[in-house]
């Protein structure tokens, strides 16, 4: 069996669960996450691999608030009583109840990985219980990133959020406030990353491939200062994603079918990712749902060797149009495709996270790819389009035009020019890995118009995509273009939450 991270994992109150080969040898063993458990170099490693399996529990739904509520996906049928996708099409169209059940299961996943990481923090604090300072400096790395990256995503898909930092009761987090998003950045989400590039590894053996490295934790931090925005925070990101594309052992894959190959089972961790949240497929229940998920309606056994799919993401009638716009584009048939259902009915569906392999329902080999090569690039020419680097900007998104087979774009003319070419080639070559979201959202500040995303969202829905779809609708309301508001480019703060606490009153999100 290949060298992979793989965790079981059961999160209830604080209990943790977890193992995994080559990092651990022994047995998975439950542990209660008590204070003076983490006492050994291999309790603490233990814990820290609990915590990379509830990122890998998390990402499993990730894909509902990103590319779902972007234009990159739909539900392409719904039939008569699949109430998830009622709640899909609710998410698309701006009017997502703030008692979605599945929204609150994943807040609640978000917040336990923290808990999880907090409880963990204070045993690798100094060298109490890991002597050797390079292993110490590691595992707070690691616990410092997972903690930022889901911080990250909370600050960007909810907004002002409760910090936490360490391990609390019941009674003390009712007492906790909102923080504005930019003190959750200066505080958590930007030390914690500096010290994880500071502390982590550059590089691992190959049995913890999937562990943090500096070049991760220098990318998302990058990240954190693009979506902030401002002159300022592009000057910070800009040496951190040089760093990475100029010095880290990472490059674009080259070559014949060099694009399917970044996404191909059997050659994971290559040499394009930066960072990924690993899966393993086969009989040890620790295997991704994504092929399952993906492929297409009403096709079992055709698709899928066991199970039925759900077919709950499909790419949207625009985005396959731009993946044919140009016919030398080798990234369309990896990334999507038509299943011809019957004479008169096709369905489209998401191809990256094909898995041959797959032998139990929604148990695949795919590692979800968090961050990879050819994102950075493309970051990189979003900051010299704003910048005014314009003849640059052109050369950087030419390097991922060429790997697609495509012919080189004249230089740009314009800021403008240069950000819609950086965007759409970021929406191509990034389509379905949970990025356009976060683009969208930071081109209110690359453009300074506070509506642009607001702006494609409503054209997505009322002009060039669902709009397609609505004849399938039966019983699903259809969208009501007086709900688009900017306020609800946040999700709302599920009910529960601030139902639960009786020491404060937890705003809701505007427009809510």
């Known amino acids: 069996m290949k060298n992979k991270v793989y965790i079981l994992i059961a999160f209830t109150a604080l209990i943790l669960l977890g193992a995994c080969k080559d990092f651990l040898e022994d047995k998975p063993a439950s542990v209660l996450t008590q204070v003076n458990f983490y006492n050994t170099p291999a309790r603490i490693n233990q814990g820290v691999l609990g915590c990379y399996a509830g990122m890998a529990t998390a990402l499993k739904d990730e894909w509902r608030y990103t590319e779902i509520r972007s234009d990159n996906t739909c539900v392409a049928t719904t039939g008569t009583s699949g109430i998830d996708r009622v709640d899909y099409c609710d998410l698309a169209f701006f009017r997502t109840s703030t008692s979605l059940p599945m929204m609150q299961q994943y807040w609640y996943k978000l917040f336990q990985n923290i808990s999880n990481v907090n409880a963990i923090l204070p045993s690798v604090a100094d060298n109490a219980f890991v002597a050797v300072e390079s292993q110490r400096a590691q595992y707070e790395a690691e616990l410092l990133f997972i903690r930022a990256y889901h911080y990250f995503t909370l600050v960007n898909l909810w907004g002002d959020m409760f910090k936490v930092t360490s391990v609390i009761s019941a009674e003390e987090a009712k007492k906790i406030p909102r923080s504005p998003v930019s003190e959750i950045y200066n505080d958590i989400i930007i030390p914690d990353l500096l010290k994880a590039i500071d502390q982590a590894p550059a590089s691992y053996a190959t049995g913890d491939a999937g562990r943090i490295t500096k070049w991760a934790a220098m990318s998302l931090l990058?990240?954190?200062?693009?979506?902030?925005?401002?002159?300022?925070?592009?000057?910070?990101?800009?040496?951190?994603?040089?760093?990475?594309?100029?010095?880290?052992?990472?490059?674009?894959?080259?070559?014949?079918?060099?694009?399917?190959?970044?996404?191909?089972?059997?050659?994971?961790?290559?040499?394009?990712?930066?960072?990924?949240?690993?899966?393993?497929?086969?009989?040890?229940?620790?295997?991704?749902?994504?092929?399952?998920?993906?492929?297409p309606d009403n096709s079992a056994n055709l698709f899928l060797k066991v199970g039925t799919p759900d077919g709950d993401n499909n790419p949207t009638p625009e985005l396959m149009h731009l993946f044919r716009a140009d016919p030398k584009d080798t990234r369309k048939d990896p990334s999507f495709r038509v299943w011809l259902k019957s004479a008169t009915d096709t369905i489209q569906y998401i191809s990256k996270y094909i898995d041959p392999t797959m032998i139990l329902p929604k148990q695949c080999e795919n590692d979800w790819i968090v961050i990879r090569y050819a994102d950075m690039v493309l970051l990189n020419a979003e900051i010299m389009a704003q910048d005014g680097r314009i003849g640059e900007a052109t050369i950087e998104v030419n390097k991922i035009r060429a790997r697609a087979g495509l012919d080189p774009l004249e230089p740009f003319s314009s800021n403008e020019e240069a950000l819609d070419a950086v965007y759409k080639e970021r929406r191509l070559e990034l389509a379905f890995e949970n990025q356009r979201w976060f683009d969208l959202l930071r081109m209110a500040n690359a453009y300074g118009n506070p509506n642009k995303a607001l702006d494609i969202l409503k054209t997505h829905v009322f002009v060039t995509d669902w709009t397609n779809l609505y004849s399938q609708y039966d019983k699903i309301p259809l969208p009501d273009e007086t709900q688009f508001i900017r306020e609800r480019l946040l999700l709302p703060i599920p009910q529960t939450e601030i139902d639960a606490n009786n020491e404060m009153v937890i705003p809701q999100n505007p427009g809510y």
């Open 222 to 295: 990058a990240k954190a200062y693009m979506m902030q925005g401002g002159t300022d925070n592009l000057a910070k990101a800009k040496p951190l994603i040089e760093a990475v594309l100029t010095t880290s052992p990472h490059g674009l894959l080259l070559g014949t079918g060099a694009f399917a190959q970044i996404f191909d089972v059997t050659k994971e961790m290559n040499k394009e990712i930066i960072f990924a949240v690993r899966y393993l497929g086969g009989s040890s229940g620790l295997g991704s749902p994504f092929w399952g998920i993906f492929a």
